[in-house]
């Protein structure tokens, strides 16, 4: 039993990415909202990224948050592309939380490159962090979630849902993981786990290679009008795709599952 308050009072939540960036937002907001949290981030840069990924003491700060909030914390460094050390992760998590209702499989990376100049290594680079270790990550929870039921939230992009250039395998990761969320959605709901994914527009986080700015400047300034809101925002911010992780986490979304919810002030409109 939990003395916890708020729309997830007491649940215990999956959170990956969770160093910084949106994942530390969705770990706030739900703690704000009386959930406990295991965290897991790489925090080590990965080769092919270009730009830093978090650090060990970026982890330490989103964790030291939570627990400011009230709420419980359990950190693990792992990389979501091992699926025995997520596994192990999970376990050891929902073990001393005494459980798991929830999980946010928000860890992504992102390459920039036009068609020509797209190599192998970002391709697997990509599809690996952002697609098998989504998948990963559902693998390592859904054990937990199976007895009283749970939610799968799966952080897709904008991009998915219009097909975005500039950062194919990006843009194809996501809408992988669309498939991949229908897909187990399907095969969970007798279980009453729901999989739902979310989209979101542009953010400013550190997940910022400088080569897709020169591309959009310098070489296909054709296709910057694909990145344009429809609502007059340049971008929107991580709270507003915390408070959409936030409703899919609860039970006010009880019976949501198999869907897509965009955030994205109408990007996909145009
Ligand atoms: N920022 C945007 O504009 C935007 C838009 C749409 C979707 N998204 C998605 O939102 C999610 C969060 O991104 P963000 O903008 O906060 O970026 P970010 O780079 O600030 O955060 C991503 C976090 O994931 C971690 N990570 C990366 N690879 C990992 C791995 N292999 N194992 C474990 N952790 C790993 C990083 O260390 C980092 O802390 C990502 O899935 C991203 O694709 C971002």
Redesign the pocket.
């Known amino acids: 039993m939990s003395d916890a308050a708020g729309r997830v009072a007491g649940k215990r939540v999956l959170i990956?990415?969770?160093?910084?960036?949106?994942?530390r937002s969705h770990a706030v907001r739900l703690a704000q909202e009386g959930a406990d949290l295991i965290l897991?981030?790489?925090?080590a840069p990965?080769p092919d990224i270009e730009?830093p990924?978090?650090t060990p003491e970026?982890l330490a700060e989103t964790a030291e948050l939570v627990e400011k909030l009230g709420r419980r914390a359990v950190t693990a460094i792992?990389?979501?592309?091992d699926a025995t050390a997520m596994e192990i992760a999970v376990a050891e998590g929902a073990e001393r939380l005494g459980g798991l209702d929830a999980a946010v499989a928000?860890?992504?990376?992102?390459t920039a490159g036009t068609w020509v100049t797209t190599t192998p290594q970002q391709w697997r680079i990509v599809l690996d962090?952002?697609l098998i270790?989504t998948w990963n990550t559902c693998a390592a929870a859904i054990p937990h979630l199976l007895e009283h039921g749970g939610s799968l939230v799966n952080?897709?992009?904008?991009?998915a849902l219009k097909g975005t250039p500039l950062h194919i395998p990006?843009t194809a990761s996501?809408a992988g993981i669309v498939g991949l969320s229908r897909s187990l959605a399907n095969e969970l709901a007798a279980h009453q786990i729901r999989v739902n994914t979310v989209?979101?527009?542009?953010?400013?986080?550190?997940?910022r290679p400088d080569s897709l700015f020169t591309l959009l400047t310098e070489v296909r300034s054709d296709l910057a009008p694909i990145f344009g809101n429809a609502m007059p925002v340049a971008?929107v911010e991580?709270i507003d795709?915390s408070n959409a992780v936030l409703y899919l986490v609860s039970d006010e979304s009880r019976y949501l599952t198999g869907t897509e919810l965009k955030v994205d002030a109408g990007v996909t409109l145009r």
């Open positions: 990956t990415g969770a160093a910084r960036g949106m994942g897991v981030d790489i925090c990965l730009y990924l978090s970026d792992v990389d979501i592309r928000n860890a992504g990376v992102l962090v952002n270790g952080i897709s992009s904008a991009a990006y996501k989209h979101p527009t542009g953010v400013e986080t550190g997940m971008m991580a795709i």
